[in-house]
C-alpha cells in the first residue's frame, strides 16, 4: 500500500496542484460571472438632493441599502432629472426639494417630490420600491404625531429605534434563507462545470499509465483494488472539498442528502476516469472518452438536481 501511496500522490504531488490551480481558476472564473450577473439584475434610480439634510441623506441611504437598486446622484446644477431616463442611465429619477425635512414632519410629501420613471414593468417595479423607502421613513413620524396630539412625550429617536427593533422580517425571506434544499439548479451548474474541467486530470496523470511497472505491482492480490481505491478517493475528496469550499463563500444551503448525491456522482465520475486511465494506452483516445465521460457525467448530474 505504501508502494501505491507513493505513486499516486507522492510522486504526483506537481499535477494534483495543476489541476487545484484550474478548478481554482474556474471557480473565480464562475464568482465574478456570478456577482456581473448580480450587477446587470440592480436598477438604476437617479436622485437630486435639493436639501442635503439629514433626513434627505437617510432617504438616500435607505434607498442605497435595498438590495435591488443602484443610487445614481444627480448634482443640483443639473436642470432635468428626467433627462436620465430619457438618456436611459436610470429607470427612475426623483428630486428630494428643499425643506424636505421640514415637509416630512408635517407629512406634505404627497406633491412635493417630483418623480419621473420608465413606463414599463421594471419602472413599476422600481417607482414601488422607491416609494416603499419613503414610505418607510414617513412612518416614525406618523407615529410621533399621534403621540403629540395624545400628549405621550416620546422623542422621534426612540420611536425610530423601536420600530426599527419591532419591525418583523419576512416569513418568506426567512424560509428561504433557512431551509436546506435536497436539489440546487445553480448549485448543479457549478458542480457540472468543474466536473467538465476536472477530466484534465488525464492529461496530468498520463505517467502513472506505465505498463511494465503497473504489471508488475498487480501481480500481488489486492493491488488492483488498493490502487483503483486511492486513486478514486483523492480526487473525489479533493472535488468535495472545493464544494465545501464553494458552500461557505456562496452561502448555499444545501441539505445532506443533496452532498450524498454529490459524493455518489462523484465517485461513480472518478472510477469511469481511473478506468480510461489505466486501460487505454493512446493518450488522445483517452481524453477524448474522458471528455465525453465527463459530459454525460454533468448531464446525469444536471438531471438529478431537476
Same mark, same amino acid.
Given at each position: 500500500?505504501?508502494?501505491?501511496f ?7 504531488w506537481?499535477?494534483?496542484?495543476? $489541476? ?12 465574478m ?11 438604476p434610480?437617479?436622485?437630486k ?5 439629514q ?19 444627480i448634482?443640483?446644477?443639473?436642470p ?11 429607470? @427612475?429619477?426623483?428630486?428630494i426639494?428643499?425643506?424636505?425635512s421640514k415637509?416630512?414632519? #408635517?407629512?406634505?410629501l ?5 418623480? /419621473? /420613471? ?5 419602472g #413599476?417595479i422600481?417607482l414601488?420600491v ?6 418607510q421613513?414617513?412612518?416614525?413620524i406618523?407615529?410621533h404625531s399621534?403621540? #403629540?396630539? !395624545?400628549?405621550? #412625550?416620546? !422623542? ?11 419591525t418583523p422580517?419576512?416569513?418568506? @425571506? ?7 434544499a435536497? @436539489? ?6 457549478i458542480?457540472a ?15 502513472l499509465k ?7 505491482? $498487480? ?10 481505491t $486511492? ?6 475528496? $479533493? ?12 452561502a ?17 465520475y ?9 486501460k ?5 483516445h ?14 446525469? /448530474? ?5
Open positions: 500500500m505504501k508502494s501505491i507513493n505513486l499516486v500522490v507522492l510522486k504526483q506537481k499535477q494534483y496542484m495543476a $489541476l487545484l490551480l484550474i478548478l481554482v481558476i474556474t471557480i473565480l472564473v464562475i464568482l460571472t456570478q456577482a456581473t450577473t448580480n450587477k446587470i439584475f440592480k436598477m434610480v437617479a436622485v438632493d435639493m436639501d442635503q439634510s433626513s434627505s441623506k437617510e432617504l438616500i441611504h435607505n434607498l442605497e441599502q435595498t438590495k435591488y437598486l443602484e443610487v445614481i446622484h448634482p443640483k446644477e443639473e432635468y432629472i428626467e433627462g436620465v431616463i430619457q438618456k436611459k442611465q436610470a429607470i @427612475v429619477s426623483l428630486q426639494p428643499e425643506h424636505f415637509k416630512l414632519k #408635517e407629512n406634505h404627497r406633491d412635493a417630490i417630483p418623480v /419621473y /420613471y420608465k413606463d414599463d414593468f421594471i #413599476e422600481a414601488e422607491t416609494s416603499k423607502a419613503l414610505y421613513q414617513q412612518i416614525p406618523i407615529i399621534h403621540l #403629540e396630539k !395624545s400628549n405621550q #412625550e416620546v !422623542s422621534l429617536d426612540e420611536i425610530k429605534e423601536e420600530y426599527n427593533k419591532d422580517h419576512s416569513k418568506m @425571506v426567512h424560509h428561504a434563507l433557512k431551509k436546506n435536497d @436539489v440546487s439548479i445553480s448549485v448543479g451548474l458542480i462545470l468543474l466536473l467538465l474541467v476536472s477530466c484534465s486530470q488525464i492529461v496530468f496523470h498520463q505517467r506505465q505498463n511494465a511497472a503497473l504489471e508488475r505491482m $498487480l501481480m500481488f492480490n489486492g493491488t488492483k483494488l488498493k490502487l483503483y $486511492l486513486y478514486i478517493f483523492i480526487h473525489v475528496l $479533493l472535488l468535495f472539498l472545493l464544494i465545501l469550499s464553494l458552500n461557505l463563500i456562496l448555499w444551503s444545501l441539505s445532506m442528502i443533496f452532498y450524498i448525491t454529490t459524493v455518489i456522482v462523484l465517485i461513480i472518478e472510477l469511469g476516469l481511473s478506468i480510461l486511465l489505466f487505454i494506452n493512446t493518450l488522445s483517452k481524453l477524448f472518452m474522458a471528455i465525453i465521460w465527463s459530459i454525460a457525467m454533468s448531464c446525469l /448530474y444536471l438531471y438529478t438536481q431537476i
